[in-house]
């Protein structure tokens, strides 16, 4: 396998720097259709044909920059099948190292192309962050999904297979144990994180005998969600997306705000087929919102 400075050297037009990071990492990833396609494995779609259907680009351009990943080891393979072997394509600790790059690059375009340059907790029901998140129906959340919970950040799967349906909300923060941001009330969107799981719990015995899971997730540590879960008595299970692995494979909406990106207030309904059945975004009503997802979850 090629180092990353070979690599750099070999494919990058850039000058050789080798002690600036940045240029040594543009020599290995500085090509647009392999962040594309870095982007496209985090969220599941690890076929040869599924990537060229999503990216819509040539079977010899898609072949060149796999290899391309392969050697910078940013990608594996694995064969699934046989006469003719066929590959499914996995993101390496290497690969999946660069999707807060991806996030960043996503909230960053949010912001500064798609939208107006306003730092915002939310979207209106027009913009592109929207559409994104509503053109999650039908979509399939990888198995191998896991994040970090509790004191001992033990993996849970995002997803509850045994429940009849699983929501899944998500909230930029809590501000116990934690001081939040100076500012924090101040940006849209931000303020209601506390009274979502306090009303979800609230009706923790509503949607445990309707067979629906409820999961939690911010980018908070898992140490902080177990210390406010403690606090306020919440008996839902509270993930940690401090990797960044939900939004980058959900392509969710965030915004950075005091050093760390905060996912965007969202709620999904989740079948225990991992295929995503509803979507609410913006949430812009809370108990509403968890009206809502009670009643979804039924059905």
Known sequence: MATGLEVAV????????????????????????????????????????????????????????????????????????????????????????????????????????????????????????????HELVGHRIPEDLLLPTGAHAVLRDVVDVGAQATVVFGYPATGRPSK???????????????????????????????????????TQRPDEQRAFAELENIPHLLLSDTELELAAALRLPTFRVGGYERLKRFVLVVGGDRVI??????????????GWAFRVGQL
Request: glycine share 10%.
């Open 10 to 133: 070999r494919r990058s037009s850039y000058s050789p720097e080798p002690d600036c990071a940045i240029a040594q990492s543009l020599g290995v990833i500085g090509d647009g259709w392999e962040l594309l396609i870095v982007r496209d494995l985090a969220r599941g779609l690890d076929r040869f044909d599924l990537l060229a259907e999503s990216l819509r680009i040539s079977r010899k351009v898609l072949t060149e920059r796999l290899n391309s990943l392969l050697d910078s080891g940013l990608v594996e393979r694995e064969a699934y099948q046989e006469r003719p072997v066929r590959y499914a394509y996995k993101l390496t600790a290497r690969g999946r190292g660069l999707l807060p790059v991806l996030v960043a690059l996503q909230d960053w375009g949010d912001r500064w192309l798609l939208g107006d340059g306003e730092l915002t907790g939310t979207n209106t029901s027009d913009e592109a962050p929207a559409h994104r998140v």
């Open 180 to 218: 939040l941001p100076e500012g924090w009330n101040e940006i849209a969107g931000t303020a209601g994180c506390t009274l979502e799981n306090k009303l979800f719990a609230e009706r923790a015995a509503d949607f445990g005998s309707a067979g629906i899971a409820v999961h939690g997730v911010s």
């Open 277 to 290: 059945k509803a979507v609410k975004y913006p949430v812009t009503d809370i108990p509403e919102a968890v």
